[in-house]
């Protein structure tokens, strides 16, 4: 049986020694390394340090640690380190162009192996993979990626693809490598740089803030359309969509006082006063704000209101429009948050 090794003091081990130290120790402690994202040559190098060790005294593994530890706090800023790791940190942030030079650049790639292109992609890019391209080099691509960022992307793809691709994964034993090096290499090339589009948001988004600035009837009326076209992509465009009857249920009490600040009194005025002639969601909005500030403020809102005659639509539609636009524009500053309508139905559900 081994005896307790006698080592010199932790200060005249070798740096090797040392890292072969810590990584026993992270190892003993149950975490989980990244070793493979090492060159080859380290890794074998660590294997052998490894091997190397036998029995250990506390002192020694104490001071180790110890000076890990302060080397760990004294570090202010982690880099890349490699010319690789920078193209690969930096591709996604760079011209398409340049982007794709770079990665052209990098020595995997050199070496004819473009995987590490498409594993460093994001499960938004893998993802799309997973839905336009056939089952098999989705299965291919699924066997490429580490275990927790496949799981993550088949969770993302729909139930019958996600089922298709599994399947299509029984069928990669006899595939040649020189095929899923081509595989990878035409995945790089076609889905290693970030997407060209033509507009900054999407299709819901762009039509919910037309929507958000047209007439009630107008907006109604498309919309009646656009469901019966696509019901899906119209529950989607209506949930984009911020209307005054969306303030009871979207807005925060807390963040009223806020929004109304920067509304003109007289257009507050005549926004509530029309609101609490409508239906009952413009209603239920109205009583929302005047619940939301003072009660002296309030009061004052509901006597003035009173007071008014007919409200002509136009009027009405204007001024309901201002208060909405306020509070948007709060919300797309982050200076308030939105209920999301989806997590309010969930939480109904769950009760």
Not at 16 to 32: F, H, I
Not at 63 to 80: D, S, Y
Not at 155 to 167: C, F, K, V
Not at 327 to 336: F, P
Request: negative net charge; glycine residues 6%; charged residues 25%.
């Amino acid at each position: 049986m081994d005896t307790l090794a006698s080592l010199s003091p932790a200060t005249t081990l070798t740096r090797r020694r040392k890292a072969a130290m810590v990584v026993q120790m992270l190892l003993d402690d149950g975490g989980s390394l990244p070793l493979g994202q090492l060159p080859a040559s380290l890794q074998l190098l660590l294997t052998e340090e490894l091997g190397s060790l036998r029995l250990i005294d506390k002192g020694t593994v104490s001071a180790v640690a110890e000076e890990f530890t302060a080397e760990l706090e004294a570090v202010g800023l982690t880099a890349p380190g490699t010319r690789d790791g920078a193209i690969t940190t930096l591709a996604d942030h760079l011209s398409p162009d340049i982007a794709s030079n770079l990665r052209n650049q990098l020595a995997s790639v050199r070496n004819g192996d473009h995987w590490p292109i498409v594993v460093e992609l994001s499960i938004e890019r893998i993802t799309a993979i997973m839905l336009a391209e056939s089952t098999a080099i989705c299965a291919v691509t699924l066997s490429k990626l580490p275990v927790a960022k496949a799981a993550e992307v088949l969770s993302h793809t729909p139930g019958e693809r996600a089922r298709r691709i599994t399947y299509a994964m029984s069928q990669t034993e006899s595939i040649p490598p020189d095929t899923v090096r081509r595989i990878g290499a035409a995945l790089a090339q076609q889905y290693g740089h970030p997407a060209d589009l033509a507009f900054e948001k999407a299709p819901v988004q762009r039509l919910g803030a037309i929507l958000n600035s047209t007439m009630t009837d107008t907006r109604e009326d498309v919309l009646t359309g656009l469901n019966q076209e696509d019901a899906e992509f119209a529950t989607d465009v209506r949930k984009a969509i911020f209307t005054f009857k969306d303030i009871a249920p979207r807005v925060k009490p807390t963040d009223i006082p806020n929004t109304i600040r920067n509304v003109d009194g007289d257009v507050l005025l005549t926004a509530i006063a029309a609101a609490l002639k409508g239906d009952d969601a413009l209603v239920a909005s109205a009583e929302f704000i005047l619940n939301s500030v003072s009660q002296r403020m309030a009061t004052q809102l509901r006597e003035d209101a009173e007071e008014r005659g007919a409200i002509k639509k136009a009027d009405a539609e204007k001024a309901m429009a201002a208060i909405t636009t306020a509070i948007r524009e709060m919300a797309d500053a982050g200076v308030i948050t939105l209920i999301d309508p989806d997590e309010t139905d969930e939480d109904d559900s769950g009760t």
